[in-house]
């Protein structure tokens, strides 16, 4: 059985191993930053997805270390993440995503009052 307060405590210690703020974590994460807000506060235990959303962005998370407790963070060499993952990427996606903006529609007043609409189709 997890025990909540023990993960909590990892979890600030990851988070203040890369210098995230929470709110940051949960862009990283791509979770609403009032989920970590209720999950740190002791109002909502840990979901599997929060979980695997953890594991897939940082790759110096054992998994043992952050459920239970088991190994050692980060993660070491005699206990390698099986495929390399990219935190800087996931970064970058969700800065991608913040800044994204899609042209909707153009409108251009002329001098005798009419008007032209241009429409993304």
Same mark, same amino acid.
């Given at each position: ?11 600030? !210690?990851?988070?203040?191993? @890369?210098?995230?703020?929470? $709110? ?16 740190? @506060?002791?109002? @909502? ?5 929060? &979980?695997?959303? &953890?594991?897939?962005? %940082? $790759? ?7 459920? /239970?407790?088991?190994?050692? %963070? ?16 996931? &970064? ?16 251009? %007043?002329?001098?005798?009052?009419? %008007?032209? !609409? /241009?429409?993304?189709?």
């Amino acid at each position: 059985m997890l025990d909540t307060s023990s993960f909590l405590s990892r979890l600030n !210690t990851l988070l203040a191993h @890369n210098e995230l703020s929470s $709110a940051a974590f949960a862009d990283l994460i791509q979770v609403q930053r009032s989920s970590i807000s209720h999950l740190l @506060n002791g109002r @909502n235990k840990p979901s599997l997805e929060f &979980i695997i959303k &953890i594991d897939e962005a %940082f $790759a110096e998370v054992d998994l043992q270390w952050l459920l /239970y407790g088991k190994g050692t %963070f980060p993660r070491t060499k005699t206990n390698p993440t099986p495929e390399p993952k990219d935190r800087e990427d996931a &970064i970058d996606k969700v800065a991608k995503k913040k800044d994204e903006k899609k042209l909707e529609r153009i409108v251009m %007043f002329y001098t005798d009052g009419t %008007f032209k !609409t /241009y429409t993304e189709h």
